[in-house]
């Protein structure tokens, strides 16, 4: 009973700290306001996670597992390369991802002073790529896509949405996400020698 019971309060913990943290940024949220905000000790936060840096790290990937478990579904699902590419960038784009992707932001910048968030980041970032690498390796092997480095196709079409979904949260009134979804649509079109229709 007692470790289930942990189980269930280090959900509790990871879920809360993941909402305070959304809310005050990596930068500005001390592990007292987690106890605060979830109701229990600071001890209580400390005999469950070592450091607030293993925290910060284990709130992020409870976050993004939602994400990596729809991708996991996309995987599972089977389909066409073209409708699995398709399914992938929606969910990877600004509108698709369930959590914000200010908090990806904020991720990566505070991952530079800390170590296993930059682990942490690092290891859902490229789990995103090997997946995207290996839908346009099916795509080429079924001679579905054009392309003669599925390596180098995958990073510049992740880069470019990362890059442009920054712009978008950052900059709220710059970039419409209809033309943000235009843009990526052209751009993995002209990487696998599909029409950006075909991503439609």
Known sequence: MARGFGRLRREDLLRTACDVI???GFAHTRTA???QAAGVSQALLFYHFE???QLFAQAFAYAAQLDLEAL????EAGGSPLDRLRELLRLY???GKSR???LWIDAWAESMRNPELEETSRRIDLRWKQALRTIVEDGVGEGAFTCEDPEAATWRIISLIDGLSTQL???RRILPRARLTGFVRTAAAAELGLSP???D
């Open 51 to 53: 450091t607030k840096e």
């Open 100 to 102: 914000s992707w200010a």
């Open 93 to 95: 784009s600004p509108v």
């Open 33 to 35: 306001d987690i106890a």
């Open 72 to 75: 996991a579904t996309v995987e």
């Open 197 to 199: 229709g075909d991503l």
């Open 22 to 24: 959304a809310t005050q």
């Open 169 to 171: 949260t950052v900059h």
